[in-house]
């Protein structure tokens, strides 16, 4: 594995549960309540990411475009997403998401809304 | 992806680990406690899910019916079922869904028992 | 869904991170740190369980024996497993699970060492 | 399964989201801040992993030599790897997983940044 960099993953992955908390206790930004997919683009080939956000009563909001470069990771906080659309805090929703190359997604939250931050992390389902 | 809404994920699910924590500290609804199934259904056709209830001591109780609309996520918290009976907080159980269509299940509890919530998360079960 | 009892699952199941944590906060039994492995034989036969403890510095301990009856969820602590031996607090472990027809197992822990409980949960690994 | 020990698992796997959070609160070890790989080698026949650490600007480090022995778990915090270099706390990370034999992986953090820690567990990638 030393001399190659084999792509390694799923293009279409998806995070059913996705909220991000509406408040938050504690420094920022390190303990700001949020909601972030966790990416790896292990391969050789940079991967251009999209990302749609469906919701309980409205069409999907997208793409958002995120790009990882070739060997390389990408922690997205889902808060810091803007175009097209900031996602609303404190509102249900889910995220599909479709790279053009093999990348391995992780769902995780911290929800800090009460005095000790609370974790859940999950790989995501890939499609 | 922009012109197409394909289904996406498994007709059949399973959370082994069920349980509503029976107390909760902080302001409800946000922090009562609660175990939730977060629902994706991405594709072009509605969903129709029946969800069984399964018990350590007694025969399953369902079908619990639950409607997705084509392209839209539904976070369930399973403390909101009533139909046909409400789910026993502070008791072990384990959940099937099954769908007439694909979709994506993550199962998600939130405990605040104690001073400060828990959280845990995993993708569900596809069968 | 409602006339026949399919089973689902997968017969072997691994536990990669067990840990008892060895102190706990608040009134036991409900907030005692513990490790469980939540199971469902949603299926119509009753299921016999075969469970085998990993160790970092020693042989495998095992077999413990579960029964999980038809259409039935079984949420076991670790803590309470003494047949053929306690599991010790405070010690890494796997854990191995082999069953004579499909479940589905979920590992979930509370650690309640600090003065609020912490809650992780994943699927288990269907081998 | 008392009189063979089969391999059980995947050869490589992936944890997405790495990060060691940078602060603890309560007695060290055991309540420090981590992210720990668990593996349990299941079969007759010892296990030798290339673990290597992805980031986001920089190209990865490794490979981390871990051996995990025949029927043995192993729990490792990604906080003592040291060679070839130690992995920085607060950064954002992934990992990749190579073994020459079967092995299973679970991915848990312990973040005691705040007054309780917050766990999170998921199953790795199985690539």
New interface residues.
């Given amino acids: 594995?030393?001399t190659d960099w084999p792509a390694?993953?799923s293009k279409?992955w998806?995070?059913?549960?996705?909220?991000i908390p509406p408040e938050s206790?504690?420094p920022a930004p390190?303990?700001t309540s949020h909601d972030?997919v966790?990416?790896?683009n292990?391969g050789a080939q940079d991967a251009v990411v999209?990302l749609?956000v469906?919701?309980?009563?409205r069409?999907?909001s997208?793409?958002y475009i995120l790009k990882i470069p070739a060997?390389?990771?990408?922690?997205q906080r889902i808060n810091d997403l803007s175009d097209p659309a900031v996602v609303p805090h404190g509102v249900?929703?889910?995220l599909?998401l479709?790279s053009d190359v093999p990348i391995?997604?992780?769902?995780?939250?911290?929800?800090?809304?009460?005095?000790?931050?609370?974790?859940?992390?999950?790989?995501?389902?890939?499609?």
Avoid: K
Wanted: glycine content about 6%; charged content about 20%.
């Fill in positions: 594995m030393s390694i993953g279409d998806v995070v059913a549960d996705g909220y206790t504690g390190d303990m972030s966790c990416m790896l292990a999209e749609w469906y919701f309980t009563n069409e999907p997208g793409p060997r390389r990771a990408h922690h249900d929703y889910s599909v479709r391995v997604v992780q769902h995780t939250r911290l929800d800090s809304r009460q005095a000790a931050n609370a974790l859940m992390s999950t790989i995501a389902y890939p499609a």
